[in-house]
């Protein structure tokens, strides 16, 4: 196993690590939309501000309580969403009123394991809204053009309709409204007077039934995509309120302008290393200004120190799961990394390109690597901060 390959491995590892408490907790909710549904309801909502290590850390908190009813007895459970403002914190909880109904996913095989999929309330909330806020036009067109499905057809005997869980007889004669002759299974429409008695009977459009069917399939989609997108979110405030936006932010930047941003390149005026063009931070690690073969196939040597950078610019983000005073230090990393990179590259360029007296270097450092120093000063200095829960 040559260097790159193990630096792959710890990578690999590495973000595994990382990503290991929130992919559980995903897991978990993607299983929990095959558990059976319970009705639960809500004892307890609020709002609080949860401090972080530092007092640049923090995130707003809604919690919802609740308990629900499994077979023999009941649970309770809790629920909550990390939020970077107090406005869309009580916005989100305002829709879990103390004493309200809440659908509860229950594990079939530990009844006090239960999950709340936002989706389900939301489409709860909406199908609430639908029946009770009043929609005249919807509920004029449910009351007198219900639809309904053919169950007998009409022979010597009049056929047989279910509407809304109804059995109504109807015949051709009169009733039937569709040049189309009736069924089994028949999607219809049913016209119903005042006192409920059936006096249409039309087949409904198969083009209409489809459009609709489309709408629904596309309103699941969209529900479900917003569903992964609010976890996503979720993981990402949750990951902020634990590191700080300011220190997340500056983490996130060190990643990026240490493998994507030009970090130094040799310009033309040095013969044939004229136009070996520019390298990135991490190319420049492992490359040996020196070396032809190096130039020519950049970003391969000093595995060791690029195995280190790699560490530096990771642990960061394991600061917050660390629980000691000290782990703040551990900020300061990607600076020492950046540091010492400095140094290896500048002892580089004064072997490689300066062994002619009066002779300029064709080495320059980029704005890449001003980028990834500003970043790597800002992470550092939380480390100088307290923990908030300090004197």
Known sequence: ?????????????????????????????????????????????????????????????????????????SHSGTHHRNFMTKGRTEKWIA?????????????????????????????????????????ESMNVANINNPRGTVIKVPDTTPGILSVNGKQYFFTLEGVWKSAIAPSPNQTVTVGLDSAGVLTSVAVLDQQQLAKEKLGELSGVAQEHGKVIAGQLKGGVVALAARMGAVTLGAAVVI????????????????????????????????????????????????????????????????????????????NAAPLAAALLGWLVIHENIAKGFGGEPGMES???????FYVLLLACVVLASSALKKPVNQT
Do not use: C
């Open 255 to 330: 990643w990026i302008a240490s493998y994507f941003l030009t970090a130094g390149g040799i310009s033309g005026g040095a013969g044939d290393m004229g136009s070996m063009g520019s390298y990135s931070f991490r190319t420049l690690l492992g490359t040996d200004l020196t070396d032809p073969n190096s130039l020519m196939n950049p970003g391969h040597a000093r595995g060791l120190l690029r195995l280190i950078a790699l560490v530096a610019i990771a642990v960061p983000f394991a600061v917050p799961f660390i629980r000691t005073t000290w782990s703040r230090y551990l």
């Open 95 to 135: 829709a879990y009123a103390t004493g309200g109904v809440l659908a509860v996913r229950v594990n079939p095989r530990k009844h006090e394991d239960s999950v709340v999929l936002e989706n389900d309330n939301v489409s709860a909330a909406l199908a609430r809204a639908a029946t009770y806020k009043g929609n």
């Open 362 to 368: 064709p080495f320059s450092f980029k704005w890449g």
């Open 1 to 73: 196993m040559n260097q790159d390959q193990i630096i792959f491995f710890v990578s690999l590892v590495g973000l595994a690590l990382f990503a290991g408490v929130a992919a559980r907790k995903f897991l978990k909710r993607r299983r929990a939309h095959r558990w059976p549904t319970a009705g639960g309801e809500v004892d307890v909502a609020e709002v609080h501000f949860q401090e972080g290590i530092s007092d640049t850390s923090g995130a707003w908190v809604a919690t919802v309580k609740y308990h629900y009813g499994a077979p023999g007895q």
